[in-house]
């Protein structure tokens, strides 16, 4: 986990605010799959999928009352980040092979290539970056 994201000028941007409700996440998926075929990423989709899934969930439980998504091409990367004005910093738990929740971050982890958290103007900001080839 870093503490910076990446500093290249994005090719592409998309960005969408989003009611913290359950089918948000939904919503998210579907906006993400959409934009980034627009954008011939399909190599990276079924991964930015589970990330933003994981992200945007804990933005709905922990969050506030709406979040923002962001995604941004930057030639051999995608660049992806939610903020929500929830407090405190998340962090991968230690989970029992038991628990039924709690692996979010441990998935983000494992797939994107880089990701951390970044304090935001009232809030917190989640980001991942993947590699892809347009």
């Known amino acids: 986990m870093s503490l910076h994201p990446l500093s290249a000028t994005p090719i592409r941007t998309a ?3 989003l009611p913290s409700v359950p089918s948000g ?4 998926r579907s ?3 959409s934009k980034l075929t627009g954008w011939g990423l399909e190599d990276v989709i079924d991964d930015c ?3 933003v899934s994981e992200l945007v969930t804990n933005a709905v439980r922990y969050g506030g ?3 923002a998504l962001r995604l941004e091409d930057r030639e051999d990367r995608l660049y992806g980040e ?3 004005p929830g407090d405190g910093e ?5 989970m029992d092979v038991d628990a039924l929740s709690g692996r979010g971050l441990q998935i ?3 797939i994107a290539d880089d990701w951390g958290v970044s304090a935001a103007n009232g809030g917190k900001v989640v980001w991942f970056s993947v590699s892809c080839t347009p």
């Open 108 to 110: 983000v982890a494992a």
């Open 90 to 94: 998340p962090r991968p738990c230690s």
């Open 49 to 51: 999928l589970l990330i």
């Open 15 to 17: 960005e969408y605010v």
């Open 65 to 67: 009352a709406a979040y």
């Open 31 to 33: 906006l993400v799959r």
């Open 82 to 84: 939610v903020f929500d």
């Open 25 to 28: 996440v939904g919503e998210a």
